[in-house]
């Protein structure tokens, strides 16, 4: 299913030496680049709107990552490697284009992939902007802000936390309010700050429904753990990508050099990403939601922002520097809730200010 695009944006199909997948492009081709990275369950459509808001002189591109929108369906994310594929396509995609150095942005999962790129291509990037972004130790099963493991086997993240009915009403591109667990419910009640509604919903939807889906892709595979919630992350897709499992040395991004200005924004109303998102299954167990729940001191929610900010602290005592912007009655997209204070914040970090 192609998405429809914005005036003053082309979308371009694009083969690099690692994937084949849909580019949206905007502005120069002899521009500044700028790349931007969507998250989870969405396609690179999600951007549109701060794509054209830039000022005049930049190359802009958002792609549609490996295991969303129209990304060769047969390429699969290895979770194994964490977001290494995702970081391998994005500098691929580059290389492509003949981009020394690009300013990159990503929201949720592409901001865990942000930090991958910070670990492992630091040389390749003007500047870094965490919109939302996931913690560096990925999506559940951490205690503190260390990202100390709740579990040897990091029971509680990875596929099998997926809701099998977000899953089935994606796979169906219902479109209804019916069910709390439809995509349209989530856009409007976990994604943005009721009673907010995103004027490009239908085109928003239509990305959710090209989310790629099977046990190789989203929700992935899992493994059936002995410890609370009972499963474990399997190999495959996105979900066990950001398991933090498969994280590895994330104190790699105080060494990598150089050191890139970060910008960190995020709405003060974020459900997804938070001290106790709404997603974490700390957060759910406590609630009294998922049965069986063992406690704060073996399997409290996540730290999320505890943990960012930690990090970003050290990576700033390390010689690098971090700037935290907090977009006030905006959930887990302000670029879309709040385009104007988003793009004003943005684009003086793209600027140097």
Not at 44 to 53: I, K, L, P, Y
Not at 210 to 232: E, K, M
Request: hydrophobic share 40%; net charge negative; charged share 20%.
């Amino acid at each position: 299913m192609s998405v429809p695009v914005l005036a003053g944006v082309t979308a371009k199909t694009i083969t690099t030496r690692r994937l084949t997948t849909r580019v949206l492009c905007s502005g120069p081709d002899d521009g500044i680049p700028v790349l931007f990275l969507h998250g989870n369950a969405s396609s690179a459509t999600w951007w549109e709107e701060n794509m054209v808001a830039l000022p005049p002189g930049y190359r802009v591109m958002a792609t549609d990552q490996r295991g969303f929108g129209e990304a060769d369906f047969d390429k699969k994310v290895d979770a194994t490697r964490g977001t290494g594929d995702w970081a391998d396509d994005a500098v691929a995609l580059l290389d492509h284009l003949g981009i020394a150095k690009a300013h990159v942005v990503g929201n949720s999962l592409g901001g865990v992939v942000v930090w991958r790129l910070l670990m492992d291509y630091p040389g390749r990037l003007l500047t870094a902007t965490l919109v939302d972004a996931g913690s560096p130790f990925g999506f559940g099963g951490t205690k503190d802000v260390d990202g100390t493991p709740c579990y040897d086997d990091f029971a509680g993240s990875g596929g099998g936390l997926s809701n099998p009915e977000l899953i089935k009403r994606l796979a169906g591109q219902d479109r209804s309010l019916e069910s709390p667990y439809s995509p349209r419910t989530a856009i409007r009640t976990l994604l943005v700050k009721p009673p907010f509604i995103p004027a490009r919903e239908e085109d928003l939807l239509s990305s959710m429904f090209t989310i790629h889906l099977g046990p190789q892709d989203n929700p992935g595979d899992f493994v059936r753990s002995p410890n609370w919630p009972y499963v474990a992350p399997g190999v495959w897709g996105a979900a066990n990508a950001l398991s933090p499992k498969y994280a590895g040395d994330v104190a790699r991004l105080l060494r990598a050099e150089p050191k890139i200005r970060v910008l960190w924004v995020r709405g003060s109303n974020d459900l997804a990403v938070g001290d106790r998102a709404v997603s974490c299954p700390g957060t759910l167990g406590a609630m009294g939601l998922i049965p069986n729940w063992p406690g704060l001191e073996v399997y409290p929610p996540q730290p999320m922002l505890g943990q960012i900010r930690a990090m970003l602290e050290k990576y700033t005592a390390a010689g690098g520097a971090y700037k935290e912007v907090v977009i006030q009655d905006a959930g887990h997209v302000p670029f879309i809730e709040k385009p104007a204070e988003f793009n004003a914040v943005l684009h003086a970090h793209l600027a140097g200010g």
